[in-house]
């Protein structure tokens, strides 16, 4: 009787440590949105992935990731949204304004965790109810653009004519390109420069934007930032201004790595990287209602020397010395 007992506890132990183990090797279930398309920012889900790891999380042993890409279009977006929400993921990581939009709309009334990659204003768009207390189920990185515009226009001023006219692509789909425009009014009154507006919405617009920065005599250009539009269609849009011959400043270093002329912004892979570390927190346990939304402290002025030259403009020894880096 003693060994048939035995036998049994020993069964129990076995099974209770199998399940346990099965438990600790149960895949976290996470979805990526990007309203966009894929290969513009491969390197960007690349870097969340190596935040991932960081964490503790591999894509195919203890993590899996749940791709949605609109490809630009607002009802895939709600759609692929939707799908994840019904999912009932552990966390679902949002990469811009429309797409925190669409899956916080999606999401109600559930508890589903949502983590912003880079998102503007998220408390002026009532994402978050405040910076530090986000409440609810969305928390993660805010971006400063709006703040960054000042300094872009006074780099770029120091590359331009006195009397230069600068054109301001606003995209008209751009929930927070509003806010930006009248930050970039603000700033540009208080150096004495003329900002004209030329509104797009989607990259079909390009062609005929470029018309009418040569039309007006606009001596240059500024891509107004954190837009998924224009960053998904960056080639062509580097390209134009080539052409154009239009000295360009964008928010991104990857339009100048492209053949872009000048930028300053935030290091977006870095800022998908540091995203994977909330989402371990909420992985592990922790409330995004708790979690204070995190703002960039570096951002970085590239410049493309190439660029510059192809195009005829002189950047003074002066920003060069205040580059972060010089592309040739």
């Known amino acids: 009787m003693r060994h048939l007992l035995r036998l049994v506890l020993l069964s129990c132990a076995a099974w209770s440590a199998c399940v346990s183990q099965t438990v600790a090797q149960t895949p976290k279930r996470v979805g990526f949105v990007v309203y966009g398309a ?6 960007l889900l690349d870097a969340f992935l190596d935040g991932m790891r960081e964490q503790g999380y591999v894509e195919g042993k203890n993590l899996v990731v749940e791709r949605r890409f609109a490809e630009g279009s607002l009802d895939r977006l709600i759609q692929g949204a939707g799908e994840l929400s019904a999912l009932k993921l552990d966390a679902i990581v949002t990469t811009c304004s429309p797409s925190t939009l669409a899956v916080k709309t999606a999401t109600s009334g559930s508890t589903t965790p949502i983590v912003m990659a880079v998102v503007t204003d998220p408390v002026g768009q009532g994402l978050v109810a405040s910076l530090a207390r986000p409440g609810g189920n969305v928390t993660g990185r805010s971006s400063q653009v709006e703040d960054t515009l000042p300094k872009m226009l006074e ?24 806010l930006l425009w009248r930050e ?24 005929a934007a470029f018309d009418t920065i ?35 400043f964008y928010g991104l270093r990857e339009f100048v790595a492209q053949g872009g002329l000048m930028s300053y912004g935030e290091n977006y892979a870095a800022d998908y ?11 592990r346990g922790e ?37 972060d880096e010089v592309l040739q």
Not at 38 to 43: C, D, E, L, T, V
Not at 275 to 280: C, E, F, H, K, L
């Open 155 to 178: 780099l770029f001023a120091g590359v331009l004519p006195k009397s230069a006219r600068i054109a301001v692509l606003h995209n008209t789909n751009n929930p927070v390109h509003p």
């Open 287 to 323: 409330k995004p209602a708790n979690l204070p939304v995190e703002q960039p402290t570096r951002f970085e002025f590239v410049i493309n020397s190439s660029a510059a030259k192809a195009l005829g403009v002189t950047i003074p020894a002066s920003l060069l010395v205040r580059a």
């Open 38 to 43: 894929s290969a513009p920012r491969n390197h």
């Open 273 to 283: 990287r540091s995203t994977a570390a909330y989402v371990g927190k909420v992985l």
């Open 214 to 248: 040569a039309r007006e005599r606009l001596g240059a250009l500024l891509v107004l930032p954190d837009d998924g539009m224009t960053m998904n269609n960056r080639t062509q849009l580097v390209a134009l201004a080539a052409q154009r011959r239009i000295a360009t």
């Open 184 to 207: 970039a009014e603000k700033a540009a009154k208080s150096l004495d420069m003329a900002l004209v507006r030329i509104d797009v919405a989607g990259s079909n617009d390009f062609p």
